[in-house]
């Protein structure tokens, strides 16, 4: 099925960390306007990170505004709203006020690291990773449903009655969009919970229990490429928009740098960094340190991945412009390093809050090892930048155990910087194709809902609008890249101590 001729654009929602987006897309793919409106971050206690999902919702209503009114666009023009989100991140709320319980606690939020010690300590580690790929840390959504559950007096009592839902930021705005009709979810932001069993691909009993939720709580889970609701009539002047499309952000980028066959991975370069390798349809075990996801849920399908997650990559620079201020500005660190030949056996390990995947040690901490007295600030700056190259390379190699990388697809802010988009190629020893593609995140679940509308045809269609990118491959000897890449190993050494 062809587009519909009198829909002409897809406004897609991207519901990040610390802003959201409304973003407009015309059918070749192409981003026409946006609006983006950042939100508060609360930080209550030490550890705890929380947004209020009534001020992103009405953030929401605002950048669509912004969009439509801008654009003049009428609203029998919108083929879908689609809705990519911030992982893992996890609210409750009545259902029949429409208020949440407490203010949503952020994937970043650590207050279940306490029961997530416990449920080691019980043995529970090999049950979690064989349902539901993960591993038991408090980055996951269940831990902070449990902890909210057992701190807010009268939760229990509410959720037995069934007065109480859960969700995730994407479950949070559809059921808003639709006026409180649909309480529903797609298999990738399921699947990070550790709740969901991605064998029988159902919420599973056991881990409800395990954590004290109810099952009259969890959304419906639906593929991604399905029509979830229709819009209340009040926020697109009497027309009912379809919602559809709906992601979470690093799956979204994964679909829309169109790696849709096994094999294909993506690196999303952030505050963060995750990396994930199209694994197909059978079900892997991830290997150990890394987790398996579900890539997305497509044709009534669903794709696996594996996946990595990095704390800190892209955010170092922040630290060494905003705190150490050894640069002004990020668009000055390519000219920077241009000034040594290397980082004269300097390296950087931004453990701030420890250390993601593959080595998910909390307790480690940053580490800026081997200088010599010559050290300048562009050996530091430099070691810095290497180290994003190095976190993912230590992903890509427990990957191809089990899946080869045909190649690597890269997106976000630090990829403009062509140093570290070569090193990455030299480290890897693997062709890096940097994305020319805007928003990525926002156009992979565009993509998903036109598709669900008929405004695309089919992933063939979709493979038409991307532009081929830059490409970068490998140049470095690699007995140089294996020397460099011994270093860093024993520098990730230090900082675990």
């Known amino acids: 099925m062809g587009a519909k001729k009198d829909k002409k654009y897809i406004l ?23 609006a983006t409106i950042a939100h508060q971050q609360f930080y209550p206690f030490p550890g705890f990170v929380e ?17 439509v009114g801008k654009n003049r666009i009428a609203p029998n023009e919108l083929a879908s709203i689609a809705i990519t989100n911030q992982r893992e ?3 409750i709320w009545d259902k029949t006020t429409g208020k949440p319980v407490a203010k949503a606690a952020v994937w970043q939020c650590q207050r279940g690291a306490d029961y997530c010690n416990t449920l080691k300590a019980e043995g529970h580690s090999e049950t979690i990773a064989q349902k539901t790929g ?47 009709k649909v309480h529903a979810t797609d298999y990738s932001n399921a699947c990070r919970t550790m709740l969901f069993n991605i064998n029988t691909l159902q919420w599973d009993e056991e881990l409800i ?9 969890f959304p419906e889970v ?43 991975g993506k690196a999303t370069y952030g505050t963060g960094s995750s990396i994930m390798l199209n694994i197909g349809e059978n079900l892997l075990c991830s290997p150990e340190g890394l987790v398996t996801s579900i890539g997305y849920g497509l044709n ?50 931004p453990a ?19 200088m010599p007295r010559n050290t300048t600030k562009a050996h530091v700056v430099r070691a810095a930048l290497e180290s994003i190259a190095y976190q993912i390379k230590d992903l890509i190699i427990l990957m191809e155990g089990e899946i080869k990388l045909q190649e690597l697809r890269v997106d976000g802010g630090p990829t403009k910087n062509n140093f570290l988009m070569q090193f990455q190629a030299d480290i890897l020893g693997r062709k890096v194709n940097r994305s020319e593609i805007e928003e990525v995140s926002a156009i992979g679940s565009a993509y998903m809902a036109g598709l669900a509308t008929g405004f695309w045809k089919d992933t063939d269609e979709i493979k038409s609008l991307r532009n081929k990118g830059s490409i970068f491959e490998p140049e470095m000897d690699i007995l140089t890249a294996a020397e460099l890449y011994k270093g860093w190993d024993k520098a990730v050494k230090r900082t675990r101590l």
């Open 51 to 67: 947004h209020d999902p009534v001020e992103i919702f009405s953030n929401a209503l605002e950048g669509i505004k912004q969009v």
């Open 209 to 217: 229990n395990i954590f004290s939720l109810e099952k009259s709580m």
């Open 300 to 349: 009534k399908k669903v794709f696996y991945v594996f996946e990595g997650n990095i704390h800190c990559t892209g955010d170092t620079i922040n630290w060494l412009k905003n705190d150490l201020q050894l640069i002004n500005d990020f668009s000055e660190v390519e000219e920077l390093i241009k000034t040594v030949d290397n980082s004269n056996g300097v390296y950087f390990v």
């Open 222 to 264: 639906k593929f991604s490429d399905e029509i979830f609701g229709y819009t209340e009539p009040e926020f697109f002047a009497g027309v009912q928009v379809p919602v559809s499309g709906l992601l979470g952000d690093s799956h979204a980028a994964l679909f829309g740098q169109n790696c849709f066959e096994q094999g294909m």
């Open 134 to 180: 993960l591993i038991i840390d408090p980055y996951f959504s269940a831990s902070k449903l449990h902890w909210i559950m057992n701190n807010l007096p009268g939760l229990k009592e509410r959720a037995l009655k069934g007065d109480l839902l859960l969700g995730t930021m994407d479950t949070w705005l559809l059921w808003k969009f639709t006026g409180g």
């Open 89 to 91: 991140t996890a609210m």
């Open 12 to 34: 897609s929602i991207d519901q990040s960390t610390s802003a959201t987006k409304a973003l407009l897309f015309n059918h070749n793919g192409n981003l026409i306007d946006r």
């Open 352 to 370: 701030f809050v420890g250390l993601g995947a593959p080595y998910w040690d909390n307790n480690a901490r940053a580490c800026i090892s081997g």
